[in-house]
């Protein structure tokens, strides 16, 4: 199987990302101007990666609820992405309790803990300083995901910690130079870009070694826990109660953003980084692509 990454030695990368992480890393309680007023009609994120953009709904809210709207969703979305992290954290701390604490591959595992509990406050305090609710994922995902938390490890687990950070990812890059956009937020999506990049390559390079040492039907079962953590995390990040924020019918907007093809087309933008690299790893395959199908991601 053609592989698009080599991976390198395990512990020679993690040197590499530890270096990285002691020049270039954030500290938002001081990086961040939290007492900065938000600039008059500046977006909170691009209107054309809003849920509705693009359907008669949106063509009838006013300049002022489009605003509106775009500040409820990046901020549900920011929320779901706040709980991955630290489903994450527990993820990557049963991960390091059993590896060498004197290798550097451990150290970056555990440097990574910290970088995302750094960013959960940061995100935590930019929902709070817009004055937004704390969306966050349903419980009939919330809870079992914490099962999830606590038994899914090797492939399976890096392949979907990417899945999140990479998709989520795309939308930040894309505002990084967007003046449209608020600049506290850019400065945020700015911080978590680079600390990001480092998660990124840690994950997809574990994530090579492993998945060829796994036979046929464990392979199967790696993809399908993927696909459909993939499928969830995708269909969650914006809570049908934003709608209510612009004076719409939750029900009847989540129901027009999930059959709006310019949202399916954000979906599979957002994906196209990541579902290439899990292809050609083999971690997209088999029966449970079908689930990616239909999570509009392929
Ligand atoms: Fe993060
Ligand atoms: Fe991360």
């Known amino acids: 199987m053609a592989r698009v990454l080599q991976p390198k030695d395990r512990d020679k990368t993690a040197e590499r990302l530890l270096d990285s992480s002691m020049r270039n890393s954030y500290d938002p309680d001081v990086d961040i101007d939290w007492d900065a007023p938000l600039v008059e009609g500046k977006s909170f994120m691009p209107e054309e990666r809003v849920s509705l953009y693009g359907t008669a709904l949106w063509d009838r809210l006013s300049p002022e609820q489009r605003l509106e709207l775009t500040k409820h969703e990046i901020g549900s979305i920011t929320s779901v992405g706040l709980w991955t992290e630290i489903v994450l954290m527990q993820l990557l701390a049963r991960y390091a309790a059993d590896l060498d604490p004197r290798s550097p591959h451990t150290h970056y595992a555990l440097t990574e803990i910290g970088d995302e509990t750094r960013h959960a406050i940061m995100f935590g305090k930019a929902i709070g300083r817009l004055g937004l609710p704390a969306y966050g994922p349903p419980r009939v995902v919330r809870t079992p995901a914490k099962l999830f938390g606590a038994l899914i490890g090797g492939p399976a687990m890096f392949a979907s910690v990417l899945v999140v950070e990479e998709t989520t990812d795309r939308l930040q890059r894309s505002m990084l130079d967007d003046e449209r956009i608020q600049p506290m937020i850019r400065m945020i999506n700015r911080i978590h ?81 990541i579902v290439p690299f899990l292809t050609e790893v083999g971690m997209i395959g088999g029966p449970s692509e079908r689930i990616w199908q239909k999570a509009h991601l392929l």
Not at 262 to 271: D, F, G, K, Q, V
């Open 193 to 273: 870009v680079v600390e990001e990049a480092r998660h990124v390559r840690y994950a997809r390079e574990e994530l090579v070694r492993g998945v060829g040492s796994l036979g046929r039907r464990a392979l199967e079962l790696h993809r399908l826990v993927t696909a459909v953590v993939a499928h969830t995390v995708v269909n969650v990040l914006v809570h049908p109660a934003v709608y209510r924020a612009v004076g719409l019918d939750p029900r009847e907007a989540r129901a027009v953003a999930l059959a709006n093809p310019h949202h399916h087309e954000t979906r599979r933008w957002m994906a196209e980084k």
